[in-house]
C-alpha cells in the first residue's frame, strides 16, 4: 500500500450505531487530518494531529471522537450521529503541520451516509 | 477571516482547448502558500500545482500552470490542452505559513470531447 488509505470505503449507519473510521498513511508524515466534505461547500477542517497529538478541534460535536495510536494511523469514531453528518469524510497527511509548502495527501475518503 | 472563493461552481471545456479557473483568497498576511487540487470522480484528490507567495514567477507543470497576481489576491488555473481525464473537482486551496490550509468550494470541470 502507498499513500493514504482509509477504510471502509462505504459506510451507513443509524442514528444509534457506533462505528470507526480508519486511516493509515505510508508516507511518514508526522501530522494527520480530519476533513468532512458536503457537496458545494468548502472542505471542513475537523481535527489536526502532529506526532500523536491532537492539535486542533474545530468545535466539532462531541459524536465525533478522533485517535491517533501513532504516527501512521488515525481513526474516526462515529456515536449517535445526525442525517446531517452523512458526507465525504477525508482523511490527509502532511509531513509537519508547520513551515514550508507541507503540501497534504488525501486519502479516497469514506462515503457515510447516517439514516 | 481568511476564505477562498471559487466563482465558477462548473465550467466546461472542449477537448483540446484551453480552460481558466478562477480562485481569489482573502489574507492579512504576506507569507503563505496556494494550491490547486484536482478530485476526480474516484474521490482521491491530488495536488495539480503550487505557489509561493513570495516567488513572482507564475508556477507550471506541464499543462498546468497559474495566473498568481498577489496585490489581487487571485490565483487561476489554466489547463491548456484539456484533455478527457482532466474532468474532476479543482480546489483552490491557501495555507498561510503557520496556520491550517483553507479549501474553496470546487469547480467542476467537464471535459467535452
Known amino acids: 500500500e502507498t499513500g493514504v488509505t482509509q477504510t471502509p470505503r462505504h459506510l451507513v449507519m443509524g442514528m444509534t450505531n457506533k462505528k470507526s473510521l480508519k486511516c493509515e498513511q505510508h508516507?511518514?508524515?508526522?501530522?494527520m487530518y480530519w476533513y468532512k466534505q458536503s457537496a458545494k461547500k468548502p472542505l471542513e477542517l475537523m481535527f489536526v494531529?502532529?506526532?500523536?497529538?491532537?492539535?486542533e478541534n474545530n468545535s466539532v460535536p462531541s459524536r465525533f471522537s478522533p485517535e491517533c495510536p501513532n504516527s501512521s494511523h488515525l481513526f474516526l469514531h462515529l456515536h449517535t450521529l445526525q442525517p446531517e453528518d452523512s458526507a465525504l469524510y477525508l482523511c490527509?497527511?502532511?509531513?509537519?503541520?508547520?513551515?514550508?509548502?507541507?503540501?497534504?495527501?488525501f486519502g479516497p475518503g469514506t462515503r457515510l451516509t447516517v439514516l | 477571516a481568511q476564505t477562498v472563493t471559487q466563482s465558477q461552481p462548473e465550467m466546461s471545456v472542449q477537448e483540446a482547448e484551453t480552460v481558466t479557473l478562477s480562485c481569489t483568497y482573502d489574507?492579512?498576511?504576506?507569507?503563505?502558500?496556494l494550491f490547486w487540487y484536482k478530485q476526480p470522480p474516484s474521490r482521491q484528490m491530488i495536488l495539480v500545482i503550487r505557489?509561493?507567495?513570495?516567488?513572482?514567477q507564475n508556477a507550471t507543470e506541464n499543462r498546468f500552470s497559474v495566473n498568481f497576481q498577489k496585490a489581487a489576491k487571485s490565483f487561476s488555473l489554466k489547463i491548456s490542452d484539456s484533455q478527457l481525464g482532466d474532468a474532476a473537482m479543482y480546489f483552490c486551496?491557501?495555507?498561510?505559513?503557520?496556520?491550517?490550509?483553507?479549501f474553496g468550494a470546487g469547480t467542476r470541470l467537464t471535459v467535452k470531447p
Open positions: 490527509a497527511s502532511s509531513q509537519d503541520i508547520l513551515g514550508s509548502y507541507n503540501e497534504q495527501f
Open positions: 508516507l511518514g508524515h508526522n501530522a
Open positions: 494531529y502532529s506526532l500523536e497529538e491532537r492539535v
Open positions: 489574507t492579512s498576511e504576506s507569507d503563505y502558500y
Open positions: 505557489q509561493e507567495a513570495y516567488k513572482q
Open positions: 486551496a491557501y495555507r498561510p505559513y503557520n496556520n491550517d490550509m483553507r
